[in-house]
């Protein structure tokens, strides 16, 4: 660079222009980037240093001092920002060629979700109900104390209470014990028309959870009401939905029970699915496994729906879809429903 013999300052700010390149060029780091910075370009750097002086220069000098200055401040600028660019770049590089990706590698597998065992069980119950005829109608599963017991002949203080431990949400409001209020509100819905219905959903109980009971868990209602419906009708029902569940070849009992809202009632057993009725643990060496309760709507819940009992009768069940799930599928433990296991929920579907 041409050395002014006329103004010392500008020569002053020409040498520190090009010794700052020159330095910059060996500055490979961000931190000692910024120690250049400040050395060349920060308040007290070695540009201020020399401006400081143009106070001992003749006026006519100091417009040009200002000038070049400004040029060498804005050039110093622009090679601070362009290096800082390429230690950037060169870290990124250097970073990329440590983490190369082989495209060419397997993905990860992607696990698809699926059905809740409990759903496709009660999808499976649908289907098969549906082939027989009979339609899904939805309940509530907050009921009123009313529904849930006293219109189902279960008035306040009946022993048969006890059957069904239950959570109060106040003294007149339940979690529903059992899908059985369901078939009051049915017949609400429907009447004065025949009904054939199942009533699919959540069941609460309070009662102590094992590896049999849970306090939450799904029941299937089924309600047919018209003229001339016999105990046959149930049994024909029953035992094609055994057969259709489980297999052509099993089984199927009825045995004397008793449902303040059927008379009269029963439980359906079917030959034990592991044992083929000869005994074993499941069965409890019985060779029989229940299935549901049923039985021949009650008048007096007849009446409650607003069906004449002198002319119309019906049958109605219900069954546990867990309790079936564990028996086709030798599940020791109802708990594994609700404890959102993957090991468990995954091996069906
Ligand atoms: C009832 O709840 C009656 N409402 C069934 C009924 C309906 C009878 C219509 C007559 C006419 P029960 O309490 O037995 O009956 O329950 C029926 C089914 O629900 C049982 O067979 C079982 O499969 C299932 N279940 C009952 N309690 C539990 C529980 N704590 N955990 C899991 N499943 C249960």
């Not at 010392?8 to 961000?30: K, W």
């Not at 993905?107 to 549906?130: D, K, M, N």
């Not at 509530?140 to 529904?147: G, L, T």
Request: charged content about 25%.
């Amino acid at each position: 660079m041409p050395v002014s013999d006329q103004n010392p300052l500008v020569d002053q700010l020409r040498e520190v222009h090009t010794e700052a390149l020159e330095r910059l060029g060996q500055v490979s780091d961000l931190t000692a980037l910024d120690g250049w910075r400040v050395h060349y370009l920060g308040r007290k750097g070695a540009l201020t240093q020399v401006i400081r002086g143009i106070g001992t220069l003749p006026t006519a000098q100091r417009p040009e001092v200002g000038q070049v200055s400004n040029e060498v401040k804005s050039a110093l600028e622009e090679a601070f920002e362009a290096q800082v660019g390429a230690i950037k770049q060169a870290k990124l590089a250097k970073t990329l060629s440590r983490e190369r990706v082989d495209v060419t590698l397997p993905g990860y597998p992607v696990s698809l979700g699926r059905l809740h065992p409990s759903t496709q069980t009660l999808r499976e119950i649908t289907a098969i109900f549906g082939e027989m005829g009979f339609q899904v109608f939805d309940s509530r599963e907050v009921e009123s104390d009313y529904y849930n017991f006293e219109l189902l002949n279960i008035p306040p203080y009946h022993p048969a209470r006890d059957m069904w431990d239950t959570f109060y949400i106040n003294e007149r409001v339940v979690l529903r014990t059992h899908t059985s209020p369901g078939q009051i509100r049915a017949m609400q819905a429907f009447h004065p028309d025949p009904i054939r219905v199942i009533l699919p959903g959540m069941c609460y109980r309070y009662e102590a959870i094992t590896a049999r009971s849970e306090i939450m868990f799904h029941q299937v209602e089924g309600l047919a009401v018209g003229e001339n419906i016999t105990m046959a009708d149930l049994k024909g029902v029953l035992v094609n939905f055994a057969r259709r569940m489980y297999g052509a070849e099993r089984q199927v009992r009825f045995r004397c029970s008793h449902f303040p809202f059927t008379e009269p009632s029963v439980e359906v057993d079917m030959d034990c699915i592991v044992c083929n009725g000869d005994g074993c643990p499941l069965c409890k060496q019985t060779g029989w496994l229940e299935i549901l309760g049923a039985g021949m709507v009650h008048p007096a819940v007849l009446r409650n729906g607003g069906y004449d009992p002198e002319r119309f009768n019906g049958f109605a069940f219900g069954m546990g879809p867990e309790r079936i799930m564990m028996q086709k599928y030798g599940i020791d433990d109802i708990r594994y429903f609700f404890s959102n296991d993957l090991r468990f929920l995954e091996q069906f579907g």
